[in-house]
């Protein structure tokens, strides 16, 4: 069929079988927004700067697993998306990002709204294309798609000059990608497999390392088989919050900087570390020579770069965590589960020593208070999204999150701003949810333009601002290792956040007591109308345990025996 | 040579496609990889390019250099093992008042000899093993070379 090199662009994401399109217009690539006009195979969705554009895309391939896509113009079009890209690339997120580029003839002459945008993008992307002829525009654009999801996912962009979208030529969609030099491995070696089911069932204190990866690959049934078959205890990394699902007896807690005791013990003390898709992130290990140190290690990852980057493998792996986990669990049908009870009996100890707790307050809202109230009041029900800081932690802690996808977060690059925006792709995923971005009054102010698309597409995201009037993570810092002095973190000056919103076509509400907190949730949730929900928090509280950048796991900084004994909750 | 600090040389099989190279440079530019010496062309009768790198790094950076290169889309094949012919050529320009003799006979203790000569200067061109180029180069400084052009290593599986 004959058509333009804009038709087939819109062709092409319809064939992929994808609803929805984040975006923003501009000279460049104007023509594919002329058929988008034209259309009604997806619906487009105006967000109000591109970067917001690629956030809702990942928010909405996050809450999914399908692959989001965006679309955005040359230039500066393109650098504002490019923290968006990098924010996907880091947490290897599904996405496909088309971009106008000035036409053929006047790239390399400086024009108007041009730049390298593949040169720019290389980095942090986990391929790139610049469209050179028409020809190949359909291939390139199923080649995106295909290499977005498969293998280890990731960021596609697609870069497309501005004459290519409005020349007409031949479109046939291709139905298969043959890539010569991409052939991801997904069965897992057979014999690698056997003999890590042997490590484990020689192990005596064998401990499950579960990441992000195991979110990605839909393999938290799996996961959970093979804890309940082995009995094996087990830490999630920040980007794997839910796959073991809140309250399972195993599940010692999230491990780290911020991780609490006992999962950071348990690391610093087993004999075998089962890792699914994590990639000893230094904010998960810590001191390299301390980490794990007393353990062999298995390591299941579907990037074999990610296997013996950091640390000595003795079990390497290299295959998708579900196709491993179907040929691992029944090697270890006769494992038996009482090796390893007096392990989890010295675990549970060590929680009971130490267990995840705030010293809670009747005078002043505290963060993590405000976190588990949530998961009273929506628990399963919401997709909890937040920015990055304090607040971040303290969900990541506290929340009762009971399945994957259910926690979408910036884990890798750390992005403020992230949030609201891949909020609002969530709830465009998912519209039967509740979706809460918990967010702080520094990373709001990051994207809070899109208050205005969430209000204009009726995109009712709950924002949770937990308010303390510092930049509180990097406050926190100072605090302990500049002799508390706060350069440029003291937020007082602040703009009325309920006004802000009600400005924008939202509600705004400031809350300053529990009751309050609990009135407004419910208000925010009965109204179905976005939110801004001003919750003033102690302003001082720190995120703990905390292990100082550099230090080893079991050198935590605990909170406060004393203080713990006066109201521990 | 500590082990910390190894030479190796990889081959990398690329798509001969447009920014390929840019992909592959950029990887060791991101990454803090060191790249000695670099060749690329094209292999015959096929719509792929042979990248020769000459680097050097610990037992785990070159690891990681491969699985990286071998994660770049383009890249099909990445050859990373002791087992190579390794070759490199050089171009040396000397002033014509030197003793050409002497300069033709080391020339051709190298494998190579003079292969322009101007009014005022001749060039030799020599092709050898990476070290023994490097050899080369010393034993012509006595006659005051003007300018010396390495080609970077090429190599080739045993």
Redesign the interface.
Same mark, same amino acid.
């Given at each position: 069929m004959q058509m333009s090199g804009a038709q087939m662009v819109c062709e092409a994401i319809i064939a992929e079988g994808t609803k929805t399109v984040f975006g923003y217009p501009g000279g460049a690539i104007m023509h594919v927004y002329d058929e988008i006009y034209k259309q009604n195979g997806f619906e487009h969705i105006l967000t109000r700067h591109e970067q917001a554009a690629v956030h809702a895309a990942d928010g909405y391939a996050r809450a999914t697993g399908e692959v989001g896509v965006a679309m955005v113009t040359s230039g500066p079009g393109f650098t504002n998306a490019v923290t968006g890209l990098a924010t996907a690339y880091m947490d290897s997120i599904p996405m496909v990002v088309i971009s106008g580029q000035v036409p053929l003839s006047l790239i390399g002459t400086d024009g108007f709204q041009e730049i390298d945008a593949?040169?720019i993008s290389?980095?942090c992307t986990?391929?790139n294309f610049?469209v050179?002829t028409l020809e190949e525009l359909p291939r390139i654009l199923k080649e995106a798609f295909y290499?977005a999801r498969t293998g280890r996912p990731g960021p596609v962009l697609v870069d497309i000059p501005k004459d290519i979208t409005v020349d007409i030529g031949e479109f046939v969609y291709p139905t298969e990608v043959n890539? %010569?030099?991409?052939k991801p491995t997904y069965k897992g070696n057979r014999r690698q497999i056997e003999k890590a089911a042997e490590a484990i069932k020689k192990s005596k204190k064998p401990l499950l390392y579960v990441g992000g990866g195991a979110v990605l690959s839909d393999a938290y049934l799996l996961v959970r088989e093979l804890v309940e078959k082995t009995q094996i205890p087990v830490v999630e990394t920040l980007m794997a919050r839910g796959v073991m699902g809140a309250g399972n007896p195993l599940l010692l807690g999230m491990l780290g900087m911020h991780g609490n005791y006992a999962s950071n013990m348990a690391m610093s003390e087993t004999d075998l570390v089962i890792s699914l898709g994590a990639r000893f992130d230094d904010r998960v290990t810590g001191k390299l020579s301390e980490f794990a140190k007393y353990a062999d290690i298995i390591h299941v990852d579907i990037? %074999?770069?990610n296997i013996?980057?950091l640390v000595d493998v003795d079990y390497p792996i290299v295959g998708d965590i579900t196709q491993v986990l179907e040929d691992l669990i029944p090697l270890l049908e006769d494992v038996n589960t009482d090796r390893y009870q007096a392990w989890r009996e010295i675990l549970r100890r060590y929680d009971e020593l130490h267990p995840q707790s705030f010293v809670d307050s009747d005078k002043e809202i505290k963060p993590q208070w405000v976190i588990e109230r949530i998961g009273e009041l929506v628990g399963e029900q919401a997709i909890i999204t937040s920015d990055v800081g304090q607040h971040q932690m303290w969900a990541a802690q506290h929340y009762p999150f009971d399945r994957p996808r259910q926690w979408i977060n910036s884990g890798g690059l750390g992005t403020m701003g992230f949030g609201f925006p891949a909020a609002i792709g969530a709830k465009v995923a998912c519209p039967e949810k509740t979706v809460i971005n918990i967010t702080g009054d520094g990373s709001i102010l990051m994207n809070m333009q899109e208050l205005v698309t969430a209000a204009e597409y009726k995109t009712p995201v709950i924002n949770v601002i937990l308010n303390n009037q510092f930049l509180g993570m990097v406050r926190q810092w100072q605090s302990f290792f500049y002799e508390k002095r706060f350069s440029e973190t003291d937020l007082t000056f602040q703009p009325n956040f309920k006004k802000l919103a009600e400005a924008c076509g939202g509600i705004g509400y400031d809350v300053t007591t529990k009751e309050e907190f609990d009135a407004a949730l419910k208000d925010a949730i009965e109204k179905d109308q976005v939110c801004f929900m001003n919750v003033a928090i102690s302003r001082f509280e720190n995120v703990l345990p905390m292990v100082p950048a550099g230090g080893a796991l079991f050198n935590m900084m605990l909170p406060q025996k004393s203080e713990n004994d006066k109201g521990e909750k | 040579m500590s082990l910390e600090n190894e030479r190796r040389v990889i081959s990398v099989i690329v798509m001969n496609e447009s920014s390929v190279l840019a992909r592959v440079t950029s990887l060791f530019a991101a990454r803090g990889y060191n790249i000695s010496s670099l060749t690329v062309a094209p292999i015959p009768n096929s719509d792929m390019s042979h990248i020769t790198i000459e680097t050097q790094g610990s037992p785990r950076v070159m690891e990681q250099i491969t699985k990286q290169l071998h994660k770049l889309i383009p890249v099909y094949k990445v050859i990373e093992h002791e087992e190579m012919v390794e070759k490199e050529m050089v171009l040396v320009k000397f002033p014509i008042a030197e003793n050409l003799s002497d300069i033709a006979a080391l020339c051709s203790a190298y494998n190579g000899g003079i292969v322009n000569v101007g009014t005022e200067m001749v060039i030799a061109m020599v092709a050898d093993e990476p070290c023994r180029i490097r050899h080369f180069i010393e034993a012509t400084e006595r006659y005051n070379p003007i300018e010396v052009v390495r080609g970077g290593v090429v190599a080739i599986e045993r």
């Amino acid at each position: 069929m004959q058509m333009s090199g804009a038709q087939m662009v819109c062709e092409a994401i319809i064939a992929e079988g994808t609803k929805t399109v984040f975006g923003y217009p501009g000279g460049a690539i104007m023509h594919v927004y002329d058929e988008i006009y034209k259309q009604n195979g997806f619906e487009h969705i105006l967000t109000r700067h591109e970067q917001a554009a690629v956030h809702a895309a990942d928010g909405y391939a996050r809450a999914t697993g399908e692959v989001g896509v965006a679309m955005v113009t040359s230039g500066p079009g393109f650098t504002n998306a490019v923290t968006g890209l990098a924010t996907a690339y880091m947490d290897s997120i599904p996405m496909v990002v088309i971009s106008g580029q000035v036409p053929l003839s006047l790239i390399g002459t400086d024009g108007f709204q041009e730049i390298d945008a593949v040169g720019i993008s290389r980095p942090c992307t986990k391929h790139n294309f610049l469209v050179r002829t028409l020809e190949e525009l359909p291939r390139i654009l199923k080649e995106a798609f295909y290499l977005a999801r498969t293998g280890r996912p990731g960021p596609v962009l697609v870069d497309i000059p501005k004459d290519i979208t409005v020349d007409i030529g031949e479109f046939v969609y291709p139905t298969e990608v043959n890539i %010569p030099t991409y052939k991801p491995t997904y069965k897992g070696n057979r014999r690698q497999i056997e003999k890590a089911a042997e490590a484990i069932k020689k192990s005596k204190k064998p401990l499950l390392y579960v990441g992000g990866g195991a979110v990605l690959s839909d393999a938290y049934l799996l996961v959970r088989e093979l804890v309940e078959k082995t009995q094996i205890p087990v830490v999630e990394t920040l980007m794997a919050r839910g796959v073991m699902g809140a309250g399972n007896p195993l599940l010692l807690g999230m491990l780290g900087m911020h991780g609490n005791y006992a999962s950071n013990m348990a690391m610093s003390e087993t004999d075998l570390v089962i890792s699914l898709g994590a990639r000893f992130d230094d904010r998960v290990t810590g001191k390299l020579s301390e980490f794990a140190k007393y353990a062999d290690i298995i390591h299941v990852d579907i990037d %074999p770069a990610n296997i013996a980057k950091l640390v000595d493998v003795d079990y390497p792996i290299v295959g998708d965590i579900t196709q491993v986990l179907e040929d691992l669990i029944p090697l270890l049908e006769d494992v038996n589960t009482d090796r390893y009870q007096a392990w989890r009996e010295i675990l549970r100890r060590y929680d009971e020593l130490h267990p995840q707790s705030f010293v809670d307050s009747d005078k002043e809202i505290k963060p993590q208070w405000v976190i588990e109230r949530i998961g009273e009041l929506v628990g399963e029900q919401a997709i909890i999204t937040s920015d990055v800081g304090q607040h971040q932690m303290w969900a990541a802690q506290h929340y009762p999150f009971d399945r994957p996808r259910q926690w979408i977060n910036s884990g890798g690059l750390g992005t403020m701003g992230f949030g609201f925006p891949a909020a609002i792709g969530a709830k465009v995923a998912c519209p039967e949810k509740t979706v809460i971005n918990i967010t702080g009054d520094g990373s709001i102010l990051m994207n809070m333009q899109e208050l205005v698309t969430a209000a204009e597409y009726k995109t009712p995201v709950i924002n949770v601002i937990l308010n303390n009037q510092f930049l509180g993570m990097v406050r926190q810092w100072q605090s302990f290792f500049y002799e508390k002095r706060f350069s440029e973190t003291d937020l007082t000056f602040q703009p009325n956040f309920k006004k802000l919103a009600e400005a924008c076509g939202g509600i705004g509400y400031d809350v300053t007591t529990k009751e309050e907190f609990d009135a407004a949730l419910k208000d925010a949730i009965e109204k179905d109308q976005v939110c801004f929900m001003n919750v003033a928090i102690s302003r001082f509280e720190n995120v703990l345990p905390m292990v100082p950048a550099g230090g080893a796991l079991f050198n935590m900084m605990l909170p406060q025996k004393s203080e713990n004994d006066k109201g521990e909750k | 040579m500590s082990l910390e600090n190894e030479r190796r040389v990889i081959s990398v099989i690329v798509m001969n496609e447009s920014s390929v190279l840019a992909r592959v440079t950029s990887l060791f530019a991101a990454r803090g990889y060191n790249i000695s010496s670099l060749t690329v062309a094209p292999i015959p009768n096929s719509d792929m390019s042979h990248i020769t790198i000459e680097t050097q790094g610990s037992p785990r950076v070159m690891e990681q250099i491969t699985k990286q290169l071998h994660k770049l889309i383009p890249v099909y094949k990445v050859i990373e093992h002791e087992e190579m012919v390794e070759k490199e050529m050089v171009l040396v320009k000397f002033p014509i008042a030197e003793n050409l003799s002497d300069i033709a006979a080391l020339c051709s203790a190298y494998n190579g000899g003079i292969v322009n000569v101007g009014t005022e200067m001749v060039i030799a061109m020599v092709a050898d093993e990476p070290c023994r180029i490097r050899h080369f180069i010393e034993a012509t400084e006595r006659y005051n070379p003007i300018e010396v052009v390495r080609g970077g290593v090429v190599a080739i599986e045993r």
